[in-house]
């Protein structure tokens, strides 16, 4: 289908009240540009891929809306069709009727009419198969090129919300539990997103593996990807919350019965983390961190020394750092 983009230049303070006032006439779902830093919570749900410093917040936003085109030209907006030009006037109406009590700034309208994309899944042209050392990662929409049986092929669909492997954090956590996991191992993996860390855990031998996530979205990805990697059912059980604050989930995660637990999380959620995190660990467990910047490396080993765990290895790769540490028996 093809679909009209409304694109309009605001303030960040007007976000909001734009959104509202425009969802009344019938516009959904608006795509928000702007740069405002993030939260602690937003900056605590990205568990996988890691953003880059974002530019300072200059008070712009840019509110799109998409609308779809019909067949006749008209667009469809409420279940009826409407006339672009008669849309594109009611939206510049209700603007300048804001304009009469609060600052919407420059409140222009950029009228594009987009190529007939599927928009959920027009990312995908981006993300082909490659090599993690001697694992081939490969898409659910793409087939082995070629067959090696002494390759591991890890079959993972992310999803628009979640990391592939590609990140060099997953790729630290990846290496090191490669080390660490045995035919008894029972794993925790804290940010689980699209499963990778726990998927691939199994597949070098692990026992069992529990994951815990901020994002619903996570449950249909952690299945799918289980589903394509012959991963049973009863093998990785995904739970829901915030095992940092959440005594409910602390308690269904369970105590002192974790071989390994990785957590590929932001440096500034690793430090609440890891002393909560201690008390799933066995003695003698394994406690492996990554999602750390350089500059950070320091403030989480001393968190980790703190909640009283070893710190047995340090790992780079490009400006991330992997914190290995261990729980004394």
Not at 196 to 212: N, P, Q
Not at 289 to 296: E, F, L, Q
Not at 309 to 320: A, D, I, M, S
Request: glycine residues 8%; aromatic residues 6%.
């Amino acid at each position: 289908m093809k679909w009209v983009k409304f694109r309009i230049k605001t303030t960040v303070e007007a976000e909001d009240i734009i959104i509202s006032t425009l969802y009344d006439i019938g516009l959904e779902g608006a795509q928000i540009e702007d740069k405002v830093p993030l939260t602690a919570l937003e900056k605590e749900q990205m568990f996988v891929d890691i953003l880059p410093e974002e530019p300072e917040d200059d008070g712009v936003a840019y509110l799109s809306f998409f609308v779809e085109e019909r067949e006749d030209g008209r667009l469809e907006v409420m279940g009826e069709a409407v006339d672009r030009e008669a849309l594109l006037d009611r939206i510049r109406e209700e603007l300048d009727g804001l304009r009469e009590f609060c600052d919407i700034g420059a409140g222009t309208v950029a009228v594009d009419e987009t190529e007939d994309i599927d928009w959920i899944n027009n990312w995908k042209e981006f993300f082909h198969q490659f090599y993690i050392d001697d694992i081939l990662v490969i898409p659910s929409w793409e087939e082995v090129k070629e067959q090696d049986n002494e390759k591991i092929v890890l079959h993972i669909d992310p999803g628009t919300a979640f990391g592939t492997g590609m990140h060099e954090t997953t790729q630290l956590c990846i290496r090191q539990l490669r080390k660490y996991v045995t035919p008894k191992t029972r794993l925790l993996d804290v940010g689980t997103g699209s499963g990778i860390l726990a998927i691939l855990s199994l597949k070098f031998g692990a026992k069992h593996a529990v994951g815990t996530d901020l994002d619903v979205c996570a449950v249909e990805a952690v299945a799918q990807n289980c589903e394509a990697n012959g991963i049973a059912p009863e093998k990785f059980e995904l739970l829901i919350g915030n095992i940092i604050s959440d005594r409910q989930i602390q308690d269904q995660v369970g105590y002192g019965c974790y071989d390994v637990v990785v957590a590929n999380i932001l440096a500034d959620v690793l430090v609440p983390l890891t002393p909560v995190i201690v008390n799933q660990l066995k003695p003698g467990g394994i406690y492996i961190t990554s999602g750390i910047i350089d500059n950070k490396e320091e403030t989480v080993a001393e968190a980790v020394r703190a909640a009283g765990l070893t710190v047995v290895e340090v790992t780079h790769q490009g400006e991330w750092v992997s914190i290995t540490a261990r729980k004394d028996d």
